[in-house]
């Protein structure tokens, strides 16, 4: 059931400037890097240079001597901390323990008075290695003489809104597996009319952030309090209660401006580390990594999928069938969900009556890998969306009259068990077509695709809010949620603002705080819209019944009595706004009102997802058949958002997600040789550029408000992404003739597929 409809908007589905777009473009906009506490240290890492090795010794001694230098902490300092931390499992250490599971995990930290200091001291820490086996494929670590990364088995961490059994350490690499399977796949498959099948290969990738990962902790006698650049604040809070083994009322966690994240800062990362150095020098300590020691804290999974799609004589996608082999790197991270949601989303946005998907996460000598924009999506829709084309070429069909007749319905109970199918595909495919010209002509060389994008949204539906109201009008919102850049303390305010009657510049949000903002589950899975913003508004409706009730009081009327107006009441010929109200009713100008809300899987957030993330996007590329280079000319994205709180910002989101699916399909790729990462810097890798971008961009957004969030909206942000490196690799073929199924495109990978085709 989605929310009610509205038309009349005031403040709502309004492209109002963002809250914080002055103090960022003027400097004034407070990170954690900008911070400094009384008294506070520096911190830097050793990191290993082997892969796969056992710790022998580790000798501190003169580092620890060095002057300014306040300590040195290695895995052997923990005694008295619980060492290990995870959201699936805790198989991840503060410092490695025994021995190391990738080129660049942290060994030792030292403290020092500055960051100069504490560097150079690095070089004088002794650590003595034995060299073991290493396996970086999941193909190398399911080999039978595969050497086992983990021998201990994991306490659980605090996965919630997963519905599978977290299969890490049971005496193998296999961290994960997930399957689903309806129909008679085997049957479906004998009598198709056309197949197509292949092997496909998703690299590898880094969610730049213009902030790489920075914390500072200051561990004393009343607890653990640190300030982070996290996306999911509660959840490291999580993490640390259960290292220092402290009372939730101890641990606290602030989160001022943060510079990016796109899933790469999801979950926990520095903070332990942070805190047990501060636990160790007994003063504030600062950890702010370079962007190349961020590139080996996590990255996206990578994928290697088979999969073969069958259709009927009448142009029915009837069944698909998939294995997926992903790398989720040395230590688990979030990858088990990523595992779940991939799986899922291997069925695309179609109906399909007939699927087998069988998917395998294995631990490897490789950086960690985590949560990344659209988390599991891209990684299957670049074969689900590239056999979508391969099938319509195959049956003589018109790929997007194709798509068009394949498509879920609005409604469709497309996927057992699941929320029906709750996106306009056919309207956004119509948008996405007309934008990027399908029927016009076109040059030699250039080629035109569409592709779509349905995915379970990953937000699970645990939220709260405070909304309060006070006596000069104005309202403060204590949200959890965190602002990393998407604009939330833009939009969230304009809920309230829109449902209060008030003026935007009277409401103001109270930023990402443990101890004084309320619980929020995590800042992610484009949740925050639709779940937050849904608390916002629930709490914004508690308030004002509250100032009924007050209202009744101050006028002497019965509560019947009173009608609400925009921004305050009124009953008879009396009128009172919100301040008039809550001032009248304790006799003084002050005083508040304090609207509060609880979201939980309930009502009609009972059903998982809480919403189908849906999107198109449409390109047209040139391709130089001498260079294999490839030129984007056009994008258009199509977001099916339900209602855009703010258009302006949704659409920055759309752009924002098919800049960084470009990015995949085009060039990016981390590159290892053996253990070591090879371009692990901002200056070998490869990032999307603004002279990248076509000349011809076209944006557009779906508002049916059939959405569950407030006014109907749902999320959006992450699914622009998920097809374009399939829509590129399906320009080619059209521009071209020749199919890679390899992402990235680059132009050696075209050259040669052009040069095998002329042979």
Same mark, same amino acid.
């Given at each position: 059931?989605?929310?009610?409809?509205?038309?009349?908007?005031?403040?709502?589905?309004?492209?109002?400037?963002?809250?914080?777009?002055?103090?960022?473009?003027?400097?004034?906009?407070?990170?954690?890097?900008? !911070?400094?506490?009384?008294?506070?240290?520096?911190?830097?890492?050793?990191?290993?240079?082997?892969?796969?090795?056992?710790?022998?010794?580790?000798?501190?001694?003169?580092?620890?001597?060095?002057?300014?230098?306040?300590?040195?902490?290695?895995?052997?300092?923990?005694?008295?901390?619980?060492?290990?931390?995870?959201?699936?499992?805790?198989?991840?250490?503060?410092?490695?323990?025994?021995?190391?599971?990738?080129?660049?995990?942290?060994?030792?930290?030292?403290?020092?008075?500055?960051?100069?200091?504490?560097?150079?001291?690095?070089?004088?820490?002794?650590?003595?290695?034995?060299?073991?086996?290493?396996?970086?494929?999941?193909?190398?670590?399911?080999?039978?003489?595969?050497?086992?990364?983990?021998?201990?088995?994991?306490?659980?961490?605090?996965?919630?809104?997963?519905?599978?059994?977290?299969?890490?350490?049971?005496?193998?690499?296999?961290?994960?597996?997930?399957?689903?399977?309806?129909?008679?796949?085997?049957?479906?498959?004998?009598?198709?009319?056309?197949?197509?099948?292949?092997?496909?290969?998703?690299?590898?990738?880094?969610?730049?952030?213009?902030?790489?990962?920075?914390?500072?902790?200051?561990?004393?006698?009343?607890?653990?309090?640190?300030?982070?650049?996290?996306?999911?604040?509660?959840?490291?809070?999580?993490?640390?209660?259960?290292?220092?083994?402290?009372?939730?009322?101890?641990?606290?966690?602030?989160?001022?401006?943060?510079?990016?994240?796109?899933?790469?800062?999801?979950?926990?990362?520095?903070?332990?580390?942070?805190?047990?150095?501060?636990?160790?020098?007994?003063?504030?300590?600062?950890?702010?990594?370079?962007?190349?020691?961020?590139?080996?804290?996590?990255?996206?999974?990578?994928?290697?999928?088979?999969?073969?799609?069958?259709?009927?004589?009448?142009?029915?996608?009837?069944?698909?069938?998939?294995?997926?082999?992903?790398?989720?790197?040395?230590?688990?991270?979030?990858?088990?969900?990523?595992?779940?949601?991939?799986?899922?989303?291997?069925?695309?946005?179609?109906?399909?009556?007939?699927?087998?998907?069988?998917?395998?996460?294995?631990?490897?000598?490789?950086?960690?890998?985590?949560?990344?924009?659209?988390?599991?999506?891209?990684?299957?829709?670049?074969?689900?969306?590239?056999?979508?084309?391969?099938?319509?070429?195959?049956?003589?069909?018109?790929?997007?009259?194709?798509?068009?007749?394949?498509?879920?319905?609005?409604?469709?109970?497309?996927?057992?068990?699941?929320?029906?199918?709750?996106?306009?595909?056919?309207?956004?495919?119509?948008?996405?077509?007309?934008?990027?010209?399908?029927?016009?002509?076109?040059?030699?060389?250039?080629?035109?695709?569409?592709?779509?994008?349905?995915?379970?949204?990953?937000?699970?539906?645990?939220?709260?809010?405070?909304?309060?109201?006070?006596?000069?009008?104005?309202?403060?919102?204590?949200?959890?949620?965190?602002?990393?850049?998407?604009?939330? =303390?833009?939009?969230?305010?304009?809920?309230?603002?829109?449902?209060?009657?008030?003026?935007?510049?009277?409401?103001?949000?109270?930023?990402?705080?443990?101890?004084?903002?309320?619980?929020?589950?995590?800042?992610?899975?484009?949740?925050?819209?639709?779940?937050?913003?849904?608390?916002?508004?629930?709490?914004?409706?508690?308030?004002?019944?509250?100032?009924?009730?007050?209202?009744?009081?101050?006028?002497?009327?019965?509560?019947?009595?009173?009608?609400?107006?925009?921004?305050?009441?009124?009953?008879?010929?009396?009128?009172?706004?919100?301040?008039?109200?809550?001032?009248?009713?304790?006799?003084?100008?002050?005083?508040?009102?304090?609207?509060?809300?609880?979201?939980?899987?309930?009502?009609?957030?009972?059903?998982?997802?809480?919403?189908?993330?849906?999107?198109?996007?449409?390109?047209?590329?040139?391709?130089?058949?001498?260079?294999?280079?490839?030129?984007?000319?056009?994008?258009?994205?199509?977001?099916?958002?339900?209602?855009?709180?703010?258009?302006?910002?949704?659409?920055?989101?759309?752009?924002?997600?098919?800049?960084?699916?470009?990015?995949?399909?085009?060039?990016?790729?981390?590159?290892?040789?053996?253990?070591?990462?090879?371009?692990?810097?901002?200056?070998?890798?490869? !990032?999307?550029?603004?002279?990248?971008?076509?000349?011809?961009?076209?944006? =557009?957004?779906?508002?049916?408000?059939?959405?569950?969030?407030?006014?109907?909206?749902?999320?959006?942000?992450?699914?622009?992404?998920?097809?374009?490196?399939?829509?590129?690799?399906?320009?080619?073929?059209?521009?071209?003739?020749?199919?890679?199924?390899?992402?990235?495109?680059?132009?050696?990978?075209?050259?040669?597929? !052009?040069?095998?085709?002329?042979?």
């Amino acid at each position: 059931m989605s929310a009610e409809k509205k038309t009349d908007f005031k403040v709502v589905n309004h492209s109002v400037p963002r809250r914080d777009g002055k103090a960022k473009v003027t400097g004034k906009a407070t990170y954690v890097s900008d !911070l400094k506490l009384i008294g506070m240290a520096y911190a830097k890492v050793l990191r290993s240079h082997y892969a796969h090795a056992r710790i022998v010794s580790i000798d501190t001694s003169r580092a620890a001597s060095q002057p300014g230098v306040y300590c040195v902490i290695t895995g052997n300092d923990l005694e008295g901390l619980n060492p290990y931390y995870g959201h699936a499992v805790k198989d991840h250490p503060l410092l490695a323990i025994d021995k190391v599971r990738y080129a660049g995990e942290p060994v030792a930290a030292v403290v020092a008075i500055d960051e100069r200091t504490a560097f150079c001291a690095l070089e004088h820490i002794d650590v003595k290695y034995e060299e073991l086996k290493a396996v970086f494929t999941p193909e190398d670590a399911m080999a039978k003489d595969a050497p086992l990364l983990h021998e201990r088995k994991f306490e659980a961490g605090a996965l919630r809104g997963f519905e599978g059994e977290v299969t890490a350490g049971r005496g193998t690499n296999l961290c994960q597996e997930a399957h689903i399977k309806w129909g008679d796949v085997e049957a479906a498959f004998k009598k198709a009319a056309a197949v197509v099948e292949g092997e496909y290969y998703f690299p590898m990738t880094y969610a730049y952030a213009m902030e790489a990962y920075v914390a500072i902790a200051d561990v004393n006698d009343d607890g653990v309090t640190v300030y982070s650049s996290a996306q999911h604040p509660f959840m490291v809070r999580h993490d640390l209660k259960s290292v220092f083994n402290l009372p939730v009322s101890q641990v606290r966690l602030i989160v001022p401006f943060v510079g990016g994240g796109y899933g790469s800062k999801s979950y926990t990362k520095i903070e332990p580390l942070v805190a047990a150095c501060s636990w160790k020098a007994k003063r504030p300590v600062k950890l702010q990594l370079t962007v190349e020691e961020a590139m080996l804290t996590t990255r996206s999974d990578d994928a290697l999928t088979w999969m073969r799609t069958a259709v009927d004589a009448n142009g029915k996608i009837i069944a698909r069938q998939a294995k997926i082999y992903m790398n989720t790197g040395a230590y688990a991270e979030n990858s088990p969900l990523v595992v779940e949601k991939s799986t899922n989303r291997c069925v695309g946005p179609y109906s399909i009556p007939n699927v087998q998907i069988d998917n395998y996460s294995f631990y490897t000598n490789t950086v960690p890998a985590s949560s990344y924009r659209g988390f599991g999506c891209a990684q299957v829709t670049l074969p689900g969306e590239s056999q979508i084309d391969e099938l319509a070429a195959k049956i003589g069909k018109d790929a997007y009259e194709f798509r068009l007749a394949n498509v879920a319905k609005p409604g469709e109970e497309f996927f057992p068990k699941m929320r029906p199918f709750d996106g306009t595909l056919k309207e956004d495919l119509e948008i996405a077509a007309k934008a990027i010209g399908w029927k016009e002509p076109l040059a030699k060389g250039h080629g035109r695709s569409l592709a779509c994008s349905g995915s379970d949204a990953g937000a699970y539906p645990l939220t709260s809010t405070a909304v309060r109201v006070h006596a000069d009008g104005s309202v403060t919102i204590m949200t959890g949620s965190t602002e990393l850049g998407q604009g939330s =303390h833009t939009v969230i305010p304009q809920i309230a603002a829109e449902e209060l009657g008030v003026s935007l510049e009277k409401v103001h949000v109270v930023s990402s705080d443990t101890a004084i903002t309320p619980y929020d589950r995590s800042t992610g899975a484009s949740r925050t819209t639709t779940l937050m913003g849904s608390a916002v508004l629930e709490a914004s409706r508690e308030a004002i019944q509250q100032m009924v009730v007050m209202a009744a009081d101050v006028l002497k009327v019965k509560v019947e009595e009173i009608q609400v107006v925009r921004g305050g009441v009124r009953s008879g010929e009396a009128q009172l706004n919100w301040s008039e109200v809550i001032s009248k009713f304790y006799g003084l100008p002050d005083g508040e009102v304090i609207g509060r809300a609880y979201i939980r899987k309930s009502g009609r957030f009972s059903q998982l997802p809480v919403f189908w993330e849906t999107a198109c996007t449409a390109v047209e590329v040139a391709v130089d058949e001498e260079t294999g280079k490839i030129n984007m000319e056009r994008l258009a994205t199509v977001g099916d958002v339900g209602l855009a709180i703010n258009p302006a910002l949704a659409e920055g989101q759309d752009l924002g997600a098919a800049t960084m699916g470009m990015g995949i399909g085009l060039f990016e790729e981390l590159v290892y040789q053996g253990p070591q990462l090879m371009n692990g810097s901002i200056l070998d890798y490869r !990032l999307p550029r603004f002279s990248d971008l076509p000349k011809k961009v076209e944006l =557009h957004l779906v508002q049916n408000q059939d959405g569950v969030g407030p006014y109907g909206a749902k999320g959006g942000g992450e699914a622009s992404l998920n097809s374009m490196p399939a829509n590129i690799a399906n320009a080619v073929d059209r521009a071209v003739g020749v199919r890679i199924r390899q992402a990235p495109l680059t132009p050696e990978k075209v050259w040669r597929a !052009l040069k095998d085709k002329k042979a």
